[in-house]
């Protein structure tokens, strides 16, 4: 079922894109401006591909973007779904799942995240260098599908060491400033509790988000390079007294945006 699918979603790309880049970039919410700065750009919404829906949250734009970031190719998926939205985990990952099935090698995921440990601070960048999943579940679960990979996939690099390299190297050549953590991935839709917050800190997370654990198991399981960067948007429940709004996060991600899309774009360029 799940290969048929995939056919005809892959069917559905080559009839509307003439060429399948090296590299796939999931954005987060907020950080979907970056595709401003995007060449050539031809775009199609989600709900157009086959078995896609769009995103219900706002920060959100639900777009496949095929463009040029400084005359590199490039697919941007502006927005995801989320599992607390009430899709299927197997609908969360279909995206990342459908880049490996047409071709594309690497998968930068990014998302807006809670910062957790207390020398981050808003509006600031992390390399993601491993992952908490925290949610109580598994995209994998039920029968494997040996098509895309095998039962039980190693996770000592889920993060791909090389591409976590060329971000660090990208970030001390172009001075930004880009912390290294490890994510810590909750289902939500409820911000964390303080007490939950600090059961993260004390299991060695440092930012702590709703999106991305999935997707990263999903593509590694499936042969996908990943690598992944959060903006810090605001302090996790409790790290600070101040209640938590998606509107603030919105607005956090906006502040970041130049360094965002600087970094980003010179990954890309690099690969």
Do not use: W
Not at 26 to 55: C, M, R, W, Y
């Amino acid at each position: 079922m799940l290969e048929k699918k995939l056919k005809e979603a892959k069917e559905f790309i080559f009839k509307n894109f003439s060429q399948i880049p090296e590299t796939a970039v999931v954005l987060g919410s907020g950080l979907g401006k970056i595709t401003e700065n995007l060449t050539e750009a031809i775009s199609v919404q989600f709900d157009e591909i086959p078995h896609f829906f769009n995103p219900s949250v706002q920060g959100h734009s639900g777009k496949l973007i095929f463009g040029k970031l400084n005359e590199k190719a490039v697919f941007i998926l502006s927005g995801r779904i989320h599992a607390y939205e009430g899709h299927s985990l197997d609908d969360v990952v279909f995206p990342v799942r459908l880049m490996r099935f047409i071709g594309v090698k690497n998968l930068l995921l990014t998302n807006a995240s809670g910062g957790v440990n207390k020398s981050f601070a808003p509006g600031e960048l992390c390399l993601i260098t491993d992952q908490i999943n925290l949610t109580g579940t598994n995209p994998l679960l039920g029968p494997n599908h040996e098509f895309l990979g095998t039962r039980f996939p190693d996770m000592s690099k889920l993060y791909a060491p090389s591409l976590r390299k060329i971000m660090v190297d990208v970030a001390k050549e172009s001075d930004i400033k880009l912390h290294q953590g490890i994510y810590a991935g909750v289902l939500g839709p409820s911000y964390e509790t303080p007490s939950e917050v600090r059961m993260i800190k004390t299991l060695g997370g440092d930012l702590v988000g709703m999106s991305t654990v999935f997707e990263a198991i999903a593509a590694h399981h499936a042969g996908l390079k990943v690598c992944g960067v959060s903006c810090v948007t605001n302090m996790a429940s409790g790290i600070l007294d101040k209640e938590l709004a998606h509107e603030d996060i919105k607005e956090k991600a906006n502040l970041a945006f130049q360094s965002f899309s600087s970094l980003i774009e010179k990954f890309i360029e690099k690969l």
